[in-house]
Each structure stands twice: as structure tokens, then as C-alpha cells.
């Protein structure tokens, strides 16, 4: 089942300044209680100068280095006028070429799978097989992060062609260039050097593109460090765009922490010295919490499975205070995991959640044999399961113990016998990964695929 979160795009209030929004999570948004003050390191006071008094606004995290804290603010969903304004329309020839989706990792069919959609700006027509490179490229770094890497079977990856009128980016190397791309991607959003933000309605035109999209990712064309996550749910269906530097190493640890908040639905982990002590109800993220370690054991409440383990993000479970943007009141699961800051990994809650938002979209079992129809016994059936998960056949009910693990097979192999009886073979997967801990979770696990045999 797709999950969504409603949109927190709004008009701007003219007598309102931009940074109104610095203690606003990406995640689980509506639960919160922070006060509406702007953002340390904000500067907050130029959004409205490209935008105008109606202008539609939504909430963004950004980040001003590697391995620095997040920051919010808020910016204009549309890109400032003084780039809108195209150099010249594209010939015939580029024309058809925007737009074009290339299947970059195909794993299974949509309905199976979590589908990520990258797409480019500040790629001309004959740079679309530089975007190619740089998102698989890209994906192949932001896979590499755990339980990333040991779920890339759950993922399909897509890429969308969008042809810009000019190479590069906004904003790069120098705050007054001004580049005309697809997207509008430009530096210097909200008089924030590193901020990147881009025209959401734009990325969403282009996302719908895709046969599916449950996560979005924007390659800005640049070797400079930046890049945004934006608080968003979109007709097409996914929850935030994250916004990203294509040629910049350290670029992909912005989508890893974003991709927490839109399919872990973690909070941040980092806070303000000004928000004080917390007094609200208790967080609705699963790595937040008003309770000690002595009391998530006690009441058996979140994470408390976990406490006293060592943690992939150095040091053992527990509750540790700050969080949330609070430095008190509140307490996350470890010191310092990447919901904190970037180039860390996620913590062993943080891993589970990330796992529970997977399977929020994806199958333990995929396969592209239809299972509408009946298959011969000589036509092949093949599946799809990720590493962490067993797999099992059975004929009419009775497991064929030398089948499984086995990702083809056809219904002769297995043993169905030629009779002109109709019979059935099914397939069983479960994902016995130690990273999860939470029963009601497991539960969801395990699927399970029937086919008829018949001749």
C-alpha cells in the first residue's frame, strides 16, 4: 500500500518574513509541536525577493557542508522570475528528446517494487548520457549505505531526460549567474549559498514521466557542494524531492538522510540550543522519544529492543538527549547517526524503520510470471526475493525441499506430473533479517506467489 503525507505548501503571507518554518520536521510533519521561529544559520530574508506576496511556499532542509547539521527554512515551490525567462525554446530535435525515461536498474514490476526517479537540470541535449552516467553513479553511492545495500533487489531505478537550454547550474561558480535549465535548480536559495532548490511543479512534470515514482531525486549539474530535501507529497505520489550536486562525493549523504524522513519516517536527530527543553506529547517518529532508556525497557515502548546493542553509528543503543530540535525533553536512539549528521549510518532503529518503509512499498516476492493465468509445466517461473530472505516451493501444498533458494524453476522441475490434472505451485519468501526486531513488522515479511499448472 502507497503511503502518503499531505502537502505543506502554502501562500506566503506578505507580512510574513521567508525562515518561519526552522523547527518543522521533514518527517511525520503534522504530529509536531515546535515553535515556528526562524532557523539557526538562516538568513531568511531573500526568498521574498524573488518571490512574490502570493507566492507558494513549502518547507526545505539543507545542509552548509559534509558531515554538517541540517538547517530548515522556507522557500518559493516555483523558481524565482529571473529564471524563467528561457534563452530560446528547444529545436525539434531536443524536444524529442525531453522527456525520454530510461529503465537504469529494473528489479521487477512497479507494483512490487520501491521506485526511485532521478532526474536531470543543467543538462543540454547532447549531455543526457552524462546524466545517465552521473545517476547511476549517484545511486550506486547512495546504495552502498546499509540497509541500502542489503535491499537493492526492492529497488527499480528510473531516469528522466530533461533538456536545458544551457549547461549547468544557477547560482555556480558565482551567486549572479544565471543559467536557463529545465528544473530552474539555482544556488544561493534563501541567501544560502549551499541551498539548491529547484520548480517543484517543474520536477513533478517530469516525474510523472517515470511508470512510477516513489522517490524523487534532482542531479543539478555541478561540481558544487549543495543540495535540499523538500516537504512535499505530489499528485504523482512521492513524498519530497530531494535535490542534489551530480559531480560533488559528498552529495548523495543529502538524499541517504532525506530518503530517513520520507520512507523512514524518522525525525532529525540534531537541535537548537534556543528551542529549550520540550513539554510536549510524545513524538510520533520511531526515533523520538520524552522517555529514558530505564522506561522505553519498562513500558516496552519504541525502540527498546535495541538498547544495550552496539550500533552501526559507533557506541550502544540507548537514549541520548536532544533531538528533534530540542537539546532537552527529548531523546534519540544513539550519539550521532546520519539523522544527526551526514556521513554517518543509520542507527539500528533507524535501520529498522528504514526497512519497515521499504516493504511499505516493496515485496519480500516479486515476479514478472503472471499469476493471473495458468502457466505449462514446461514454461518457466522466475521470482525475485532479497538477500536476507528464504525462499521456498510447493507443489499442491507439499514443499519440494530441493527447490528452494532456486529463483527459476518450471513446474516439470518441481515435480508436477503430466496427468492433465490441474495442479498449483507456489512460492514462499521471508525476510529473516536480523535488523528487525519489531513482530508486528515481521509479520509483513513474508508474501507469497500461486501459480496453475495445466498440460
Not at 121 to 135: E, I, L, P, R, V
Not at 286 to 291: P, V
Request: charged residues 20%.
Amino acid at each position: 500500500m502507497r503511503r502518503r503525507i499531505r502537502s505543506r505548501i502554502r501562500s506566503r503571507n506578505p507580512l510574513r518574513t521567508a525562515a518561519v518554518a526552522g523547527g518543522i520536521a521533514l518527517a511525520a510533519a503534522a504530529a509536531m509541536s515546535a515553535p515556528a521561529t526562524a532557523s539557526p544559520g538562516s538568513t531568511g530574508s531573500s526568498a521574498t525577493a524573488d518571490a512574490a506576496p502570493s507566492q507558494r511556499t513549502v518547507d526545505v532542509e539543507y545542509f552548509t557542508g559534509p558531515g554538517g547539521h541540517p538547517h530548515h527554512t522556507e522557500v518559493p515551490a516555483a523558481a524565482p522570475e529571473r529564471l524563467n525567462r528561457a534563452a530560446r525554446s528547444l529545436s525539434a530535435e531536443e524536444a524529442a528528446a525531453d522527456g525520454q525515461v530510461t529503465s537504469l536498474i529494473g528489479n521487477g514490476t512497479t507494483a512490487d517494487k520501491l521506485d526511485v526517479v532521478f532526474i536531470g537540470d543543467g543538462y543540454t541535449a547532447g549531455q543526457q548520457a552524462d546524466f545517465q552516467a552521473d545517476a547511476r553513479s549517484k545511486w550506486d553511492q547512495m546504495s552502498a549505505v546499509e540497509p541500502y545495500a542489503s535491499y537493492k533487489d526492492l529497488f527499480n531505478v528510473w531516469t528522466v531526460d530533461a533538456v536545458s537550454n544551457q549547461s549547468g547550474v544557477s547560482g555556480d561558480p558565482s551567486r549572479d549567474v544565471v543559467k536557463d535549465t529545465a528544473l530552474g535548480s539555482y544556488f544561493w536559495c534563501d541567501n544560502t549559498e549551499r541551498l539548491l532548490c529547484v520548480d517543484t511543479a517543474k520536477v513533478e512534470s517530469y516525474a510523472a514521466k517515470a511508470p512510477e515514482a516513489d522517490l524523487v531525486v534532482v542531479l543539478s549539474n555541478s561540481t558544487k557542494y549543495g543540495g535540499a530535501g523538500y516537504t512535499l507529497t505530489s499528485q504523482v505520489g512521492y513524498d519530497g524531492i530531494a535535490t542534489a550536486s551530480s559531480d560533488h562525493p559528498d552529495s548523495d549523504q543529502i538524499a541517504v538522510h532525506e530518503t530517513g524522513h520520507s520512507l523512514g519516517k524518522l525525525a532529525d536527530e540534531y537541535f537548537y540550543p534556543e528551542y529549550g527543553t520540550y513539554t510536549g506529547a510524545e513524538p510520533g517518529e520511531s526515533n523520538a522519544t520524552k522517555l529514558t532508556a530505564a522506561q522505553l525497557t519498562a513500558q516496552q515502548k519504541k525502540w527498546y529492543r535495541w538498547i544495550g546493542q552496539t550500533s552501526p553509528d559507533g557506541g550502544t543503543v540507548g537514549a541520548y538527549e536532544g533531538g528533534r530540535y530540542y537539546p532537552k525533553g527529548i531523546n534519540r536512539p544513539t550519539e550521532n547517526s546520519i539523522m544527526r549528521t551526514l556521513g554517518r549510518e543509520y542507527s539500528l532503529p533507524g535501520r529498522e524503520a528504514m526497512i519497515a518503509g521499504f516493504y511499505s512499498h516493496a515485496s519480500v516476492l516479486s515476479s514478472r510470471t503472471a499469476t493471473a493465468t495458468a502457466v505449462k509445466r514446461s514454461a518457466g517461473i522466475e521470482v525475485s526475493v532479497p538477500k536476507s530472505a528464504s525462499l521456498k516451493w510447493y507443489v499442491d501444498g507439499a514443499e519440494v525441499t530441493a527447490a528452494n533458494g532456486k529463483a527459476s524453476v518450471t513446474p516439470a522441475d518441481l515435480g508436477v506430473p503430466s496427468d492433465g490434472a490441474s495442479h498449483t505451485v507456489t512460492a514462499k519468501a521471508t525476510d529473516g533479517t536480523g535488523a528487525v526486531k519489531d513482530p508486528e513488522l515481521r509479520k509483513r515479511l513474508s508474501d507469497s506467489r500461486t501459480w496453475k499448472v495445466t498440460g
